[in-house]
């Protein structure tokens, strides 16, 4: 409960909802116990009296009953009818929902068809007709309100549960000889609670409005019976000449609903698993930095240059370590492959570089970022603009998810280049089809008119190569650009990209997990693991003789031509908890090599020989496993 409130306080609005929803609830249970007037006793001779006048805090209405006390009773009436006609609603709409979706076939024709029946009538209609049949009175208009907000739940449980029903944990359960009830409660039912809860929350407002106008129309509570509904409807005769009988019961219609409703949509983001983490809130343009730590120069021979780069993910109690203190330095013309299995930090140092780790939940905890005399890291987000696309350029991995889906390539082309360079639309336009033309794109004029969806991922990647081109940069950062790809078609990328490097000495961060990429590519190679660099050095160096035990057991899961049979040793174990911090190596659980004393400290990452650096205290070219070989 606690961790909920937490996630629903992320949300402002959410939590204003929460607290004045809060306040009016502990003022109604405590209503009975407090100094009030009897809002029922009539004295005509106090009849409109003003607010704030002697005895009448809020003034008294046309038969001069205390309108406070009115007001305190009514609201405890108002809120304990609409939460009961919410609750009515959803437990047999959903219970409806949940058996037509789970059975199908004729129930489910017969359960929907009679809820197509009651949607077909406007509610408010039906609500009318449900009270005109059992008469006025304020438990009447809660079963016209509960009923006519069945089909909602019915409606929405149902398509939730068509979705669970067929996947494979509800098959497995039918396969163990589990009966419909057991199924029911124990799978499918846990599954669709939050879907009941959201569309509780975001009723409950809606409801008693609707009991409010029902008792507004004199069909809901009887005289002297006071709700907040009757309250108005008893004052719209006076409400010229003493607007102030309207207005507070008004009023704290108002506040019921914008605090249920703000806090439904509260519950709604906490319980969708994409929010919590803050993944879709609106994003900062640059990833947050919270570090006040000096930086380091930058080497005079470096394109670029990182120095104990950090980040992390907030997640309210808990910090990922995605990126642990990044050394690195990328050479001019250079073509420097990052590598390492999933969730090692190959993207996320690619993404800090430019600050486009999405905020929140990411951090910049430290570290600089140096180039062309800046550090990236502390520069203004104006700066940064004239940076990113420009001068350093990003090759996402998935272009179709970074391509907009409504805009022709030209548009986008167009777009991204007239964001750094003052020509015009033609000269633009000319050089989007010079760029399609040397990405290998045929028909680049019919391309330029196309959007993404009408091209194959190979068109879409040489697309995205040619945008990173488009300002003519300094550096590409290319993110797994082969990934998706078939065999031939990342042959003729990775020779694309080779060419166009040359071509225009340009300087490349490849980031890949499969070895035969950067063997073809990259110039050097950094080694990653659990955030944190374990080896570097020229591509020759890391193939042929591999110092780290965690080189060398990527390199042994790498199929080779001419091996035969020969097995494929998987690393045991899993990568240490990112949320923790570390204690020695990293990679020491899951080393063969590894000693007490790789758990004492941490490990540096030392330099071994020319141009070379690895972190790890048994390295030695003489027993490090070679590829194809077993781990000793």
């Known amino acids: 409960m606690i961790a909920l409130i937490r996630l629903i306080a992320r949300n402002r609005l959410a939590l204003v909802g929460l607290v004045v929803l809060t306040a009016l609830v502990l003022i109604s249970i405590i209503t009975p116990l407090l100094p009030l007037a009897d809002p029922d006793v009539i004295d005509t001779a106090k009849r409109f009296r003003r607010p704030f006048s002697e005895g009448a805090l809020l003034g008294t209405d046309h038969l001069g009953r205390d309108l406070l006390s009115r007001l305190l009773w009514g609201t405890r009436l108002s809120l304990l009818v609409g939460f009961s006609a919410a609750m009515i609603a959803a437990t047999i709409g959903a219970s409806m929902g949940i058996v037509a979706g789970y059975f199908g076939g004729l129930t489910d024709n017969i359960i929907m068809r009679s809820v197509d029946t009651l949607m077909g009538f406007p509610y408010i209609l039906l609500a009318l007709a449900i009270v005109a049949v059992l008469g006025p009175g304020l438990f009447n208009a809660l079963i016209a309100v509960a009923a006519v907000n069945i089909p909602f739940f019915a409606r929405n449980i149902r398509g939730v549960t068509v979705t669970i029903v067929h996947l494979e944990y509800v098959d497995a359960a039918r396969l163990n000889g589990r009966n419909h009830l057991s199924i029911i409660v124990g799978e499918v039912l846990p599954n669709v609670i939050p879907t009941i809860v959201v569309a509780v929350s975001t009723t409950v407002g809606w409801m008693i409005l609707e009991t409010a106008g029902l008792s507004f129309l004199?069909?809901?509570?009887?005289?002297?019976?006071?709700?907040?509904?009757?309250?108005?409807?008893?004052?719209?005769?006076?409400?010229?000449?003493?607007?102030?009988?309207?207005?507070?019961?008004?009023?704290?219609?108002?506040?019921?609903?914008?605090?249920?409703?703000l806090l439904g949509d509260g519950i709604r983001d906490a319980l969708?698993?994409?929010?919590?983490?803050?993944?879709?809130?609106?994003?900062?343009?640059?990833?947050?930095v919270a570090r006040v730590d000096a930086t380091a120069r930058q080497a005079p021979d470096a394109a670029l240059e990182l120095a104990g780069?950090?980040?992390?993910?907030?997640?309210?109690?808990?910090?990922?370590?995605?990126?642990?203190?990044?050394?690195?330095?990328?050479?001019?013309?250079?073509?420097?492959?990052?590598?390492?299995?999933?969730?090692?930090?190959?993207?996320?140092?690619?993404?800090?570089?430019?600050?486009?780790?999405?905020?929140?939940?990411?951090?910049?905890?430290?570290?600089?970022?140096?180039?062309?005399?800046?550090?990236?890291?502390?520069?203004?987000?104006?700066?940064?603009?004239?940076?990113?696309?420009?001068?350093?350029?990003?090759?996402?991995?998935?272009?179709?998810?970074?391509?907009?889906?409504?805009?022709?390539?030209?548009?986008?082309?167009?777009?991204?280049?007239k964001a750094h360079q003052r020509i015009t639309t033609q000269e633009a336009r000319e050089l989007a089809l010079t760029l399609l033309t040397q990405v290998r794109i045929p028909d680049p004029q019919r391309v330029f008119s196309s959007h993404p969806h009408q091209l194959s991922g190979g068109m879409r990647q040489r697309i995205g190569i040619a945008m990173a081109l488009c300002n003519d940069p300094d550096i590409i950062i290319a993110d797994e650009p082969t990934t998706a790809l078939d065999v031939t078609v990342q042959a003729q990328i990775l020779a694309l990209i080779d060419d166009l490097r040359r071509a225009r000495g340009l300087s490349v961060i490849f980031i890949t997990h499969d070895f035969s990429v950067v063997s073809q590519l990259c110039d050097r190679i950094a080694v990653m693991y659990a955030g944190e660099l374990v080896e570097l050095g020229t591509t020759e160096q890391?193939?042929?003789?591999?110092?780290?035990?965690?080189?060398?057991?990527?390199m042994q899961c790498v199929p080779q031509l001419g091996e035969g049979k020969r097995r494929l040793n998987a690393i045991p174990g899993l990568p240490p908890?990112?949320?923790?911090?570390?204690?020695?190596?990293?990679?020491?659980?899951?080393?063969?090599?590894?000693?007490?004393?790789?758990?004492?400290?941490?490990?540096?990452?030392?330099?071994?020989?020319?141009?070379?650096?690895?972190?790890?205290?048994?390295?030695?070219?003489?027993?490090?496993?070679?590829?194809?070989e077993a781990a000793a």
Do not use: W
């Not at 005769?237 to 409703?261: C, D, E, K, Q, R």
């Not at 969708?272 to 947050?288: E, F, H, I, N, V």
């Open 218 to 261: 004199g069909l809901g509570s009887q005289p002297p019976q006071a709700d907040l509904g009757s309250m108005l409807g008893e004052a719209r005769a006076a409400l010229i000449t003493s607007p102030h009988t309207s207005f507070v019961p008004g009023v704290m219609i108002l506040l019921i609903v914008m605090g249920v409703n």
């Open 309 to 417: 780069l950090s980040t992390v993910f907030d997640l309210g109690p808990r910090q990922l370590n995605a990126v642990r203190h990044i050394d690195l330095h990328l050479q001019k013309g250079e073509c420097l492959g990052i590598i390492g299995e999933s969730g090692s930090g190959k993207s996320v140092t690619a993404l800090s570089i430019l600050r486009l780790v999405a905020s929140p939940p990411g951090i910049i905890k430290g570290g600089s970022v140096h180039f062309a005399g800046d550090d990236l890291i502390r520069v203004p987000q104006k700066r940064l603009r004239q940076v990113r696309g420009n001068r350093i350029s990003y090759i996402f991995q998935d272009p179709l998810t970074t391509l907009h889906p409504l805009l022709t390539v030209g548009t986008q082309l167009l777009e991204a280049i």
């Open 542 to 554: 890391i193939i042929d003789q591999p110092l780290h035990p965690y080189t060398a057991r990527l």
């Open 577 to 628: 908890r990112a949320d923790e911090p570390l204690v020695g190596c990293a990679f020491a659980d899951r080393c063969d090599r590894a000693s007490e004393a790789c758990l004492e400290k941490p490990i540096a990452l030392e330099p071994a020989g020319s141009s070379r650096t690895v972190r790890c205290i048994h390295q030695s070219k003489d027993t490090a496993p070679r590829p194809g």
């Open 272 to 288: 969708d698993p994409r929010l919590k983490s803050g993944a879709l809130s609106r994003p900062q343009p640059a990833t947050k």
